[in-house]
T-cell receptor, first 109, second 112 residues
Framework: SAVISQKPSRDICQRGTSLTIQCQVDSQVTMMFWYRQQPGQSLTLIATANQGSEATYESGFVIDKFPISRPNLTFSTLTVSNMSPEDSSIYLC??????FGSGTRLTVV | DAKTTQPTSMDCAEGRAANLPCNHSTISGNEYVYWYRQIHSQGPQYIIHGLKNNETNEMASLIITEDRKSSTLILPHATLRDTAVYYCIVSGGGTSYGKLTFGQGTILTVHP
């Protein structure tokens, strides 16, 4: 299975700022997925990122708030824009072979 | 994707088998049953998946009923490190490939 490196592992950010989370895979994958896990909750899919095309967002998530890049088959970024304390969550990427990254724990103050 | 129902929590003694049930009565013919676990807010760890036959790997066994409306994950000899939230997920291929809908899962506590 693929090995995923996700950065940063955690961050504390000021409200109104943006944070970009990186996800690097050790093999080429067609699709990458971004999830959010709010405190005490389960995981929710944010969007699917395909190389060479616009990301597909799930209901309740919009590109202006969570822009995603997928420049090649091994890398993707998720940006959390104009952050508020409600964005405090763990953000995770995954690939289609069942593997998840270790997550980015974001705290917005 | 079909919805799953799991008990909120379960306990298990160390060294005994842990049997985690999952109901997925609306599962369709091309949907697989996946099991993941999440230990203390780490990334989810894949355990096992199956379509209709029972499956076994080095971590666990998956028993799927003949009508496919329910399944059981079996950890044959639970250890303290198996304490985690266990998620049962039903997902199909096609446009749903790779997309996972997580429910609330079962909190499994393994005690000495």
């Amino acid at each position: 299975s693929a090995v995923i490196s996700q950065k940063p592992s955690r961050d504390i950010c000021q409200r109104g700022t943006s944070l970009t989370i990186q996800c690097q895979v050790d093999s080429q994958v067609t699709m990458m997925f971004w999830y959010r896990q709010q405190p005490g909750q389960s995981l929710t899919l944010i969007a699917t990122a395909n190389q060479g095309s616009e990301a597909t967002y799930e209901s309740g998530f919009v590109i202006d708030k969570f822009p995603i890049s997928r420049p090649n088959l091994t890398f993707s970024t998720l940006t959390v824009s104009n952050m508020s304390p409600e964005d405090s969550s763990i953000y995770l990427c995954s690939v289609g072979d069942y593997t998840f990254g270790s997550g980015t724990r974001l705290t917005v103050v | 994707d079909a919805k799953t129902t799991q008990p909120t929590s379960m306990d298990c003694a160390e060294g005994r088998a842990a049997n985690l049930p999952c109901n997925h009565s609306t599962i369709s013919g091309n949907e697989y049953v996946y099991w993941y676990r999440q230990i203390h807010s780490q990334g989810p760890q894949y355990i096992i998946h199956g379509l209709k036959n029972n499956e076994t790997n080095e971590m666990a066994s998956l028993i799927i009923t003949e009508d496919r409306k329910s399944s059981t994950l079996i950890l044959p000899h639970a250890t303290l490190r198996d304490t985690a939230v266990y998620y049962c997920i039903v997902s199909g291929g096609g446009t749903s490939y790779g997309k996972l809908t997580f429910g609330q899962g079962t909190i499994l506590t393994v005690h000495p």
